[in-house]
């Protein structure tokens, strides 16, 4: 407990100086603010992500504001592993509480680490989460008060994509070994031979409309009378069925407008083509499923199936040019993660969100060029957040929309 109040007075004594500037700091001079029960009590469970910047790593601050009495349950963890957090916690009364822990001898309660406080209507409290070893990349902070419970999730601007890994897309996904190969080829479809058209059959013929060659692809059809669709693919860019009828036929391709259009098949053996028209210069794709770990510039292994796509899409398309663009949620200062230290340099990244951006870029274009794209065809460049499609995002999915993947056609 000496320890922890010694950081606090530290601390403390160093907010004075960093309140001078026009940023807003979560210190004790403006901390969140907590009222108890928690506003829209009806609503059992709330959830809050608040980002600060990286001068705030020392220390994070509440005020609870008990507008009733009962017992408040709290548990604090860390979202980086390495990190290392602590609690403590201040009944107080008065109107400077900086000034009053550091000149007046406030002390701190001796329970704040049991978890569990019975608050008192009109007592207010100041929580300290108070960093001591890692990284400081932020906390989880649960509450509960009268059988409502509110998640507050702090995070540290620097560590927002290892927040998302978290909270995200661990939860969602099956873990996968760190040092999985990336580079395994996914197994062709068995292709079977098809002829002239048999009698009674409809011939469905897939073509690039700027290249006037045929497209391999998958794309969804059936019966209109079914109500529903099934997913189909071509065999050497056609597609041959006995259905007679109303049928949809729907083509959403990688760079290629969507296709949506009605048939009414006949017993007449006939050939339709499917004309799939390719984007053109000044537009774009953007890649959301291209995935790297957090703070590296190494690819998880489920972008595979994105990036062949996209090769395809290059490889059918040669007269186009591409600008590969890395795209992160701000220009943060990047450092190494220790638990991926035993792996290779992807990695291991240290310095600016733009440089970052860029070598995700130049991974993407080496994938491609690897799987048969013309490296003549491609450049890459690295923006870092200069161009974020959310300015000031509020939430971690706001911030996934920041961090991205952009192929534009320049020629």
């Given at each position: 407990?000496?320890?922890?109040?010694?950081?606090?007075?530290?601390?403390l004594?160093s907010?004075?100086?960093?309140?001078?500037?026009?940023?807003?700091?979560?210190?004790c001079?403006?901390?969140?603010?907590?009222?108890?029960?928690f506003?829209?009590?009806?609503?059992?469970?709330q959830?809050?992500?608040?980002?600060?910047?990286?001068?705030?790593?020392?220390?994070?601050?509440?005020?609870?504001?008990?507008?009733?009495?009962?017992?408040?349950?709290?548990?604090?963890?860390?979202?980086?592993?390495e990190?290392?957090?602590?609690?403590?916690?201040?009944?107080?009364?008065?109107?400077s509480?900086?000034?009053?822990?550091?000149?007046k001898?406030t002390?701190?309660?001796?329970n704040?680490n049991?978890?569990?406080?019975?608050?008192?209507?009109?007592?207010?409290?100041?929580?300290?989460?108070?960093?001591l070893?890692?990284k400081?990349?932020?906390?989880?902070?649960?509450?509960?008060?009268?059988?409502?419970?509110?998640e507050?999730?702090?995070?540290?601007?620097?560590?927002?994509?290892?927040?998302?890994?978290?909270?995200v897309?661990?939860?969602?996904?099956?873990?996968?070994?760190?040092?999985?190969?990336?580079?395994?080829?996914?197994?062709?479809?068995p292709?079977?031979?098809?002829?002239?058209?048999?009698?009674?059959?409809?011939?469905?013929?897939?073509i690039?409309?700027?290249?006037?060659?045929?497209?391999?692809?998958?794309?969804?059809?059936?019966?209109?009378?079914?109500?529903?669709?099934?997913?189909?693919?071509?065999?050497?860019?056609?597609?041959?069925?006995?259905d007679?009828?109303?049928?949809?036929?729907?083509?959403?391709?990688?760079?290629?407008?969507?296709?949506?259009?009605t048939?009414?098949?006949?017993?007449?053996?006939?050939?339709v083509?499917?004309?799939?028209?390719?984007?053109?210069?000044?537009?774009?794709?953007?890649?959301?499923?291209i995935?790297?770990?957090?703070?590296?510039?190494?690819?998880?292994?489920e972008?595979?199936?994105?990036?062949?796509?996209?090769?395809?899409?290059?490889?059918e398309?040669p007269?186009?040019?591409?600008?590969?663009?890395?795209?992160t949620?701000g220009?943060?200062?990047i450092?190494?993660?220790?638990k991926?230290?035993?792996?290779?340099?992807?990695?291991?990244?240290?310095?600016?969100?733009?440089?970052?951006?860029?070598?995700?870029?130049?991974?993407?274009?080496?994938?491609?060029?690897?799987?048969g794209v013309?490296?003549?065809?491609l450049?890459?460049?690295?923006?870092?957040?200069?161009?974020m499609?959310?300015?000031?995002?509020?939430?971690?999915?706001?911030a996934m929309?920041?961090?991205?993947?952009?192929?534009h056609?320049?020629?």
């Amino acid at each position: 407990m000496k320890r922890l109040f010694t950081t606090v007075l530290v601390t403390l004594l160093s907010v004075f100086g960093i309140a001078q500037t026009n940023e807003q700091h979560p210190d004790c001079l403006t901390p969140t603010t907590i009222i108890l029960p928690f506003e829209n009590a009806l609503n059992q469970w709330q959830e809050e992500t608040i980002y600060y910047t990286p001068d705030d790593k020392y220390t994070y601050w509440y005020k609870i504001v008990a507008a009733q009495s009962d017992t408040l349950y709290y548990q604090l963890e860390s979202i980086n592993e390495e990190d290392e957090y602590n609690v403590i916690l201040f009944q107080y009364k008065g109107n400077s509480f900086c000034n009053d822990v550091v000149y007046k001898n406030t002390q701190p309660l001796s329970n704040a680490n049991k978890n569990a406080l019975f608050v008192k209507a009109g007592d207010v409290y100041y929580l300290g989460v108070l960093h001591l070893n890692g990284k400081g990349c932020g906390h989880y902070l649960k509450l509960a008060f009268k059988e409502t419970v509110k998640e507050v999730k702090a995070i540290q601007n620097e560590c927002i994509e290892d927040a998302i890994e978290r909270y995200v897309y661990l939860p969602k996904k099956k873990t996968v070994n760190l040092e999985q190969n990336v580079e395994t080829e996914l197994k062709p479809v068995p292709k079977t031979k098809i002829s002239e058209n048999r009698p009674n059959e409809t011939v469905f013929r897939f073509i690039n409309t700027v290249t006037g060659k045929a497209i391999e692809t998958n794309f969804r059809y059936g019966k209109i009378s079914d109500e529903k669709l099934d997913e189909k693919q071509t065999q050497n860019g056609l597609f041959t069925t006995s259905d007679t009828g109303m049928v949809l036929l729907e083509v959403n391709k990688l760079g290629y407008s969507l296709f949506k259009e009605t048939y009414r098949l006949t017993a007449n053996n006939d050939t339709v083509e499917i004309r799939l028209t390719p984007i053109k210069q000044g537009e774009k794709l953007h890649m959301y499923s291209i995935y790297f770990y957090p703070n590296t510039y190494a690819l998880k292994p489920e972008s595979k199936p994105e990036l062949l796509k996209l090769a395809a899409f290059m490889k059918e398309n040669p007269n186009l040019k591409f600008e590969i663009q890395g795209h992160t949620n701000g220009n943060n200062r990047i450092s190494k993660n220790k638990k991926y230290e035993h792996l290779g340099e992807a990695w291991n990244f240290s310095g600016s969100a733009k440089k970052l951006s860029k070598m995700r870029a130049e991974t993407i274009k080496k994938f491609l060029v690897e799987k048969g794209v013309n490296p003549d065809n491609l450049i890459t460049e690295g923006y870092g957040g200069d161009r974020m499609i959310v300015k000031n995002p509020r939430t971690m999915e706001q911030a996934m929309r920041n961090i991205r993947v952009e192929v534009h056609v320049i020629e």
